[in-house]
């Protein structure tokens, strides 16, 4: 069983940045692909971005591509989210997630993920 704990999020100005954190609590979590996802008020949960178990390849919502940088640090169990640009209808509360088999590739859909974070509350104020 992976938990996973996010930080980092909050109030924000619009164009303003934040970088949130998801700590893992196992030192196997350096064999799980992880993501980012997203989910505002009334509406489905999206894709934001992956990232390979061993930091080599990531993958992000076209929405984000250029203003958002996933990455891990493996030593200290914790997947990153840069947030840059950051727009009001960005607002959501963010979730990571990580694939449920050990060495499993990224992927974009979250029903293919098996463990969640409880999610940390996003606000950009326009």
């Known amino acids: 069983q992976v938990q996973l704990v996010e930080s980092g999020g909050g109030l924000v100005q619009a164009g303003g940045s934040l970088r949130l954190s998801c700590a893992a609590s196992?030192?196997?979590?350096?064999?799980?692909?992880m993501a980012w996802f997203r989910q505002a008020p009334g509406q489905e949960r999206e894709f934001v971005a992956a990232?390979?178990?061993?930091?080599?390849?990531?993958n992000y919502a076209d929405s984000v591509k250029g203003r958002f940088t996933i990455s891990r640090d493996n030593a200290k169990t914790t997947v990153y989210l840069q947030m840059n640009s950051l727009k009001p209808e960005e607002t959501a509360v963010y979730y990571c997630?990580?694939?449920?088999?050990?060495?499993?590739?990224?992927?974009?859909?979250?029903?293919?993920?098996?463990?969640w974070g409880q999610g940390t509350q996003v606000t950009v104020s326009s």
């Open positions: 997630a990580a694939r449920i088999t050990p060495a499993q590739a990224p992927s974009l859909f979250s029903h293919e993920y098996g463990y």
């Open positions: 196992r030192r196997t979590f350096s064999s799980y692909a």
């Open positions: 990232i390979r178990w061993n930091g080599g390849s990531t």
